[in-house]
């Protein structure tokens, strides 16, 4: 996967300005396939180049109007076929994850305690954004068109919820742990 194709489907749900595409991404795509407004407009410029967007101005352009985006025919076709193909879930990185092997391998349990409560603060975080999310844009029912985009939706809720439900655990345990500690 590739921005090429994250960017695809956004002008392929809706032609956009650059700004506007860098809007779309920090409010909606970006959840999911997160990039810099430097690596889209640098994008942008990829596609264009080779067939797969183009740019287009007003009749009368002014200086400084900016340019729309949208997809071509040749766009629409590595979309399709890209979308067919299969790819293999990329492993996770989660430097949580190591550092809470490291405190296990150290004994030093309590200090990572503040990292763990850190994340949960940021998964509860996005999390009660995606539900505001899912409140606003997705009321029951929803229409057949917005189904996929409210799965997609779905899981990062589920995610987000995962992340909350194991930072309370790790958080829970390490209390555990120092009290046992305490005791000793």
């Avoid at 399709?80 to 299969?86: A, F, K, Y």
């Amino acid at each position: 996967m590739s921005l090429q194709f994250a960017i695809l489907t956004a002008l392929t749900e809706r032609a956009s300005t650059g700004i506007e595409l860098t809007r779309r991404f920090d409010r909606a795509f970006g959840y999911f396939w997160p990039a810099t407004h430097q690596q889209i407009y640098r994008e942008l410029d990829k596609l264009k180049t080779s067939g797969l967007a183009e740019a287009s101005t007003p009749d009368r352009p002014e200086r400084g109007q900016p340019k729309r985006f949208s997809i071509t025919p040749a766009g629409r076709r590595a979309l399709g076929e890209w979308l067919g193909g299969i790819d293999d879930p990329a492993p996770e990185r989660m430097a949580i994850a190591v550092r809470v092997r490291a405190a296990a391998a150290l004994g030093e349990t309590g200090s990572v305690r503040g990292v763990i409560a850190h994340h949960l603060a940021a998964h509860e975080a996005m999390l009660a954004n995606y539900r505001e999310i899912d409140a606003r844009d997705f009321a029951a029912p929803v229409a057949d068109a917005d189904v996929l985009r409210h799965l997609v939706l779905k899981a990062g809720l589920r995610t987000e919820q995962a992340w909350v439900d194991w930072c309370r655990e790790a958080l829970d345990v390490l209390d555990r742990l120092t009290s046992s500690a305490d005791r000793t």
